[in-house]
């Protein structure tokens, strides 16, 4: 165990034991980054209050206890009942060295690993991906990787929206195209204008509105087969477009991950029946409904569940209960996922209130929301082209690798790196900046899109850290060295070498925070101080010139492991990382 945070806990919760007796073995040692020393136990402030005596001396009690001499200095209390750690160089040195050859950087292996959900991305079907699929895409891979190295059983699922009223207008379109029409390749590369052109025809030809209407029902009876081939057709356009664009972002959806809305449909009859029969569901103004307990709207009125339209037809609600029931009884889910714009919150805290009332999802199944936020334009409003219309996803990306593009070339560049390949690395700066910059936002804050801001060089930004692994390569391909062949032993002297491993200690801890929040913007949080403190660290000590041999072995070392830390975090966030830049 090489996390200061986790050998620190478990030392404080042994002295708990021993002060106070097993009852307080188990409470939490609030181990935290401290201003006055390395790290800080809090776990006296709460404990004043549970035994009623003053914190100072709680503390003072819980050090009498503590051993951690083999690990740091005398702790020392401060302020209202802190017990303060200051760290011993040899520990942090022998740590650092230890984590530079452990292949999971110190981050632990789940003890019971779970089966989780991760769902994510989830487009319609058929019309162009906005950017807040783009976000749901980015941040909701992010987890499905990160909650995969901590050793859980993923299961990727993309909820596309594939089943609905506006597939009859979209088949019936194609039908009146032909399937070889230069028009229908549309689906493949603008899904939109295909939309749009269809929209189009259905507002101002009344038969084909008519006509379409018809082929809803047909596709929904699943008896006739001209339909359901044409619906298998657009279906497999959608996935060549799916496919190119998640390639495109590095996001590692594939087909075999769709299960989308259309998936379901065989079951909704049965949770229909099913919420019938357990007496949840009654007929409201001609629909079926459930109404959860405690969900009123603002006249105070029970809001429902929607289960079954008055004309007969299921909805997305029903869908969502039947995929509970899926995940639960044939995934085995401990845990899902869903990655999911914010404005549906209600919808899904409605689904799963029906899901729990029914006995479909257990209290030992842990459903959540994540949630994302909008994502506007630097004017402050919505993310629209200037005529109005939804950016194109393929638009956004090409514009992102342009403008990578543009500043390579003004980069002076030494005899070596001109025979680089701008066009490749351009690619890895303007899609890692995109996603970077979604990813270092808290996923459920209102996020705006800035060009200038993401795809610069400085700050908190995908372009920064990934200079910062270039500039650690160039420094091996300067010593001559491959980073994989140094051992160290690392050794701290200097504070910047101290507070850089101490950082580098830390990783584990952060991608264990992030399976359990959810929350990656804590894991960009965390790789941007490293890439600060390596700054610090190689601006301060000496590497190539370092006085002595030893020295330069330890520092070779510090920066190797530096390196790997920065690699695996930004692999981790899906973020792609170019060799030379
Ligand atoms: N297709 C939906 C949309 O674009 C998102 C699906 C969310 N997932 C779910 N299980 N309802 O709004």
Redesign the pocket.
């Known amino acids: 165990m090489a996390d200061p945070q986790q050998v620190l806990s478990a030392r404080v919760r042994d002295a708990l034991g021993a002060a106070f007796g097993d009852g307080y073995a188990d409470a939490d040692p609030l181990i935290r980054p401290s201003s006055f020393a390395d790290y800080q136990s809090n776990a006296a402030l709460p404990l004043a209050k549970r035994l009623g005596r003053p914190p100072r001396d709680i503390a003072a009690e819980i050090i009498g206890r503590l051993d951690v001499s083999d690990i740091a200095a005398e702790p020392t209390v401060s302020g209202p009942g802190f017990v303060n750690f200051t760290l011993r160089p040899g520990w942090i040195a022998e740590a650092t060295t230890g984590l530079l050859a452990d292949p999971r950087l110190g981050t632990p292996l789940a003890a019971s690993p779970r089966t989780v959900i991760v769902?994510y991305s989830?487009?319609?079907i058929a019309k162009e991906m906005h950017v807040g699929?783009l976000r749901s895409t980015i941040v909701g891979d992010a987890i499905a990787r990160v909650t995969e190295f901590a050793g859980h059983h993923v299961i990727r699922d993309n909820?596309?929206?594939d089943w609905g009223t506006q597939f009859g207008m979209l088949i019936e379109y194609l039908f009146d195209i032909g399937e070889d029409a230069p028009e229908a390749q549309l689906l493949r590369t603008d899904p939109n204008a295909f939309y749009q052109s269809a929209r189009v025809k259905f507002d101002t030809d009344a038969a084909f509105a008519d006509r379409a209407r018809e082929r809803v029902v047909k596709l929904q009876a699943q008896d006739d087969p001209a339909t359901q081939r044409l619906w298998e057709e657009l279906m497999e356009l959608s996935r060549q477009y799916l496919r190119n664009t998640y390639a495109a972002l590095r996001v590692t959806l594939t087909d075999d991950d769709i299960r989308g809305e259309s998936f379901y449909n065989d079951m909704l009859a049965d949770v229909v029946a099913d919420l019938e029969a357990m007496g949840l569901a009654v007929i409201s103004d001609g629909a079926l409904c459930v109404f959860p307990p405690g969900f009123t709207g603002r006249d105070g009125t029970q809001l429902p569940v929607i289960v079954r339209k008055r004309d007969g037809g299921y909805n997305?609600s029903t869908t969502?209960l039947a995929?509970i029931r899926y995940r639960i009884d044939k995934l085995n889910a401990d845990r899902a996922i869903?990655v999911?714009?914010s404005d549906?919150t209600l919808h899904f805290r409605m689904v799963f209130a029906v899901a729990r009332l029914a006995g479909w999802l257990p209290e030992t199944a842990d459903f959540t929301h994540a949630q994302i936020g909008l994502v506007l334009g630097t004017d402050g409003q919505r993310l629209r082209t200037r005529s109005g219309d939804n950016v194109p996803l393929s638009d956004l990306l090409t514009e992102g690798i342009q403008r990578a593009r543009a500043i390579l070339d003004e980069v002076d560049r030494d005899e070596q790196d001109r025979g680089l390949d701008l066009d490749a690395i351009a690619q890895d700066i303007g899609i890692g900046a995109i996603k970077y910059a979604d990813l270092s936002t808290a996923r459920d804050s209102t996020y705006t899109f800035d060009w200038d801001r993401m795809i610069s060089f400085r700050g908190d930004t995908g372009p920064y850290l990934q200079y910062a692994t270039t500039r650690i390569r160039s420094i091996f391909r300067r010593a001559g060295i491959a980073e994989t062949d140094v051992r160290g032993p690392i050794a701290v002297t200097e504070p910047a070498e101290r507070e850089l491993a101490l950082k580098l200690l830390g990783f584990g801890a952060v991608v264990t925070q992030v399976v359990d929040t959810t929350e990656p913007h804590r894991l960009c949080g965390y790789l941007f101080e490293v890439a600060s403190l390596f700054t610090a660290f190689y601006e301060q000590c000496p590497v190539l010139k370092a006085d002595d041999d030893e020295t330069r072995q330890s520092r070779l070392a510090l920066c190797a492991a530096a390196l790997r830390v920065l690699t695996a975090g930004l692999g981790l966030l899906g973020v792609p990382i170019p060799d030379r830049m």
Do not use: I
């Open positions: 769902e989830s487009p319609n699929h909820h596309v929206g997305y969502d995929t869903y999911v714009g549906q």
